[in-house]
């Protein structure tokens, strides 16, 4: 399976979570087979280390908005507090 990074004016592109999730899980896989040449590797890794990146920005943008919404007061959720967050 050959996978080509995007053109690196891609690499300014925001992209949906998901998109860049799946994208990076195609990098890691065409890595893992280990058969391309060097400076495709370098490139793809590159692209790959960015979508990583975007990728923790937007759960931690996430995260920050769930700390908002919750007061900062995150906890774990267990199973019997379940009625209480649907009556609120």
């Known amino acids: 399976m050959k996978t080509t990074p995007k053109k690196s004016s891609t690499l300014i592109e925001s992209q949906s979570f998901e998109d860049a999730l799946t994208e990076l899980e ?30 923790q920005e937007t759960l931690n943008a996430a995260e920050q908005q769930i700390r ?21």
């Open 68 to 88: 908002i919404l919750e007061d900062n007061t995150l906890r774990p959720l267990k199973p019997d507090t379940l009625g209480e967050l649907e009556d609120k």
């Open 26 to 55: 195609g990098i890691i896989s065409a890595m893992e087979v280990g058969q391309m040449p060097l400076q495709e590797a370098l490139d793809i890794y590159k692209r790959g280390i960015f979508l990583l990146r975007q990728c």
